[in-house]
């Protein structure tokens, strides 16, 4: 976990920026991994806010290896989790994935944002 100052401010786990690092660098198996990671760290840490995001992004890195069925899958829990508990930049994040569908696997998406 990312936690800056006597914990005042916690930023969820440090693999979601390392999976966001490796996705920029075009190393989709880092992603892939450090993603996982962040979105397990996050879970068991009690933090649906920054596993949203991290399974977002993971969704992404999904669908750039051609999986899918298991990124919409991913899309779907995390919006049914992002409706229920108000993450309205969750949402958000889903749905600009949502309507850039159709985009070339080797397209990498907007990290980040």
């Given at each position: 976990?990312?936690?800056?100052?006597?914990?005042?401010?916690?930023?969820?786990?440090?693999?979601?920026?390392?999976?966001?690092?490796?996705?920029?660098?075009?190393?989709?198996?880092?992603?892939?991994?450090?993603?996982?990671?962040?979105?397990?760290?996050?879970?068991?840490?009690?933090?649906?806010?920054?596993?949203?995001?991290?399974?977002?992004?993971?969704?992404?890195?999904?669908?750039?290896?051609?999986?899918?069925?298991?990124?919409?899958?991913l899309?779907?829990d995390?919006?049914?989790?992002?409706?229920?508990?108000?993450?309205?930049?969750?949402?958000?994040?889903?749905?600009?994935?949502?309507?850039?569908?159709?985009?070339?696997?080797?397209?990498?998406?907007?990290?980040?944002?």
């Open positions: 976990m990312l936690v800056v100052g006597p914990g005042v401010l916690c930023l969820g786990a440090v693999d979601r920026y390392r999976g966001m690092l490796s996705l920029a660098a075009g190393d989709v198996d880092e992603a892939e991994h450090r993603l996982e990671n962040a979105v397990g760290l996050d879970t068991r840490g009690g933090s649906e806010l920054w596993a949203g995001h991290s399974s977002a992004l993971l969704a992404d890195v999904y669908d750039l290896r051609g999986r899918r069925d298991q990124a919409q899958q899309r779907r995390t919006r049914t989790i992002a409706k229920r508990r108000g993450f309205a930049a969750v949402e958000g994040r889903l749905a600009s994935r949502g309507r850039t569908r159709g985009r070339e696997p080797s397209a990498r998406p907007r990290i980040g944002g």
